[in-house]
């Protein structure tokens, strides 16, 4: 995958009683940690803080492993790097 992809979700859920309803999600950006539409130092800075984690570990952060490949990689931060200055919408 292109680690500088944008998506954005759209979802049609429909209720028990037949009726629907469309949800937009924000777009989100590779690399932006935090979900804020920019990806930035404050971005990078939770990465590296979670750098080498896993889950279990006391500095796990799951939001930091971009890849969810379960681990806080040198792919993570290099998503980070990638898309450093970009932002969504």
């Not at 629907?20 to 590296?48: H, K, Q």
């Not at 796990?60 to 980070?80: K, Q, S």
Request: glycine residues 8%; charged residues 15%; without cysteine.
């Amino acid at each position: 995958s292109n680690v500088a992809d944008i998506s954005v979700v759209y979802t049609t859920i429909t209720m028990w009683d037949n009726a629907s309803i469309t949800a937009n999600f924000a777009p989100i950006l590779a690399g932006d940690e935090n979900v804020d539409g920019v990806v930035n130092l404050v971005d990078l800075v939770r990465v590296a803080a979670a750098f080498g984690s896993a889950p279990g570990l006391l500095y796990w952060n799951p939001m930091a492993d971009l890849d969810r490949n379960g681990v806080v990689d040198i792919f993570d931060l290099v998503t980070v790097g990638v898309n450093y200055g970009r932002s969504a919408g």
